[in-house]
């Protein structure tokens, strides 16, 4: 027997989430975001799920990228991050990648070395995220020395959104203003379709007018909303990743009598505690607080103490017929991922994109 903490990751339930992407922007083509091994989900495994069904792919970096395609992928892939010296623009090219420019010195890397074909380029523009990316302001002179290199075939102007997942926010709104703004001299000088890329999942999913050439689905072809609050959009998302474990101890303790390290939970009458044979070592976050909700067979129960390495501790006093052996699900479809999140002073992005390989993966379609 293995130890029965464990990933399973629905495959066609990642591929449904892409359906809905498409279906909110038809007339758009689909980047999948597949950085940081698809969100904890198996970039791998989910490429070959998808790669009929999207245009492109993109990642983080070229390590991530030559993975891929060491792995088999054919789709191009888009590195979000750009290359980081010259060396690596050979290897981006040599292995159908297309690359970000972002700042002088990846532009001045671009336009001063000999590459043998040219590349496709997304040029990144600072509208109010302030990470990454050119100013407004340069945008015109930039764009004209790309369009002049030899080195440069296609050119997409893309930005990126800090607070999509604000509906109707005034931030949003600001930065699409402010990208429309700066790209239109180029739109309307140009003698061929300048194509655009905005949406990342929270501005498809609530900015409609984001939804131009290329969207960069992430968050959501993995079943997790964007948001803190309900939006129609996003409910029919599915999340793609089931975390469970099983009870492996049942005790019943007595009034006044604590569980787990620290002694911080305390039982207020007499309790029946179940031990589930998962930990911060699996994944779990151990910012979780008492109270964090469990399911046991389907049932909400909630966390007792402190959690620990391997193991975690849940009050199922009030559950029916809990035995050795029942499963516990940590999160999932029934059990969303952002609300285990809440309750650990975190997000579900990080949740699931920091799982640890000594949980097993399980992919099923």
Same mark, same amino acid.
């Given at each position: ?64 990228? %030559?993975?891929?395609?060491? /792995?088999? %992928? ?20 040599? /292995? ?16 001063? +070395? ?15 995220? *302030? ?22 075939? /296609? ?36 003698? *061929? ?36 609050? +309900? ?37 207020? !009458? ?26 046991? /067979? ?7 103490? !402190? ?43 990080? %949740? ?14």
């Amino acid at each position: 027997m293995s130890r029965p903490a464990k990933i399973i990751i629905d495959l066609a339930a990642i591929q449904a989430n892409c359906r809905l992407a498409q279906t909110l922007a038809p007339h758009s083509k689909t980047v999948a975001v597949v950085k940081a091994d698809a969100y904890g989900h198996g970039a791998v495994e989910v490429t070959k799920a998808l790669e009929p069904q999207v245009e492109m792919f993109t990642v983080s970096c070229l390590e991530e990228a %030559l993975i891929l395609r060491e /792995n088999g %992928l054919k789709k191009p892939i888009l590195l979000l991050e750009g290359c980081f010296d010259i060396g690596e623009l050979k290897i981006a090219l040599d /292995n159908q990648c297309e690359i970000i420019v972002h700042s002088r010195l990846q532009l001045e890397q671009l336009l001063n +070395t000999r590459l043998k074909t040219p590349l496709n380029i997304w040029l990144k523009i600072d509208t109010g995220m *302030h990470r990454l990316g050119i100013l407004p302001k340069e945008v015109e002179s930039i764009y004209a020395k790309l369009v002049e290199s030899s080195n440069v075939n /296609n050119i997409v102007l893309m930005t990126h959104f800090a607070h999509a997942d604000a509906v109707g926010g005034a931030h949003t709104a600001k930065q699409i203003s402010q990208f429309e703004t700066c790209i239109q001299p180029i739109v309307a000088h140009a003698n *061929h379709k300048v194509e655009l890329s905005m949406a990342n999942s929270a501005a498809l999913l609530a900015w409609q007018q984001t939804r131009v050439d290329w969207n960069r689905p992430g968050i959501m072809l993995y079943g997790l909303s964007p948001f803190a609050e +309900t939006i129609e959009e996003a409910t029919a998302l599915i999340p793609a990743m089931n975390f469970e474990s099983q009870v492996i101890a049942l005790r019943e303790i007595l009034t006044g009598e604590s569980v787990g390290y620290g002694c911080t939970w305390t039982a207020q !009458r007499p309790s029946v505690i179940a031990t589930i044979a998962v930990g911060y070592g699996d994944g779990y976050p151990r910012t979780a607080k008492s109270g964090t909700p469990v399911l046991i /067979n389907n049932q909400r129960a909630p966390l007792a103490g !402190r959690v620990s390495m391997d193991l975690i501790s849940v009050d199922v006093t009030e559950l029916a017929n809990v035995q050795l052996g029942d499963k516990a699900v940590l999160w999932g479809k029934t059990l969303s991922a952002n609300e285990v999140a809440s309750w650990a002073d975190t997000i579900g992005y990080e %949740l699931v994109t920091r799982m640890p390989r000594r949980v097993t993966r399980h992919f099923v379609k």
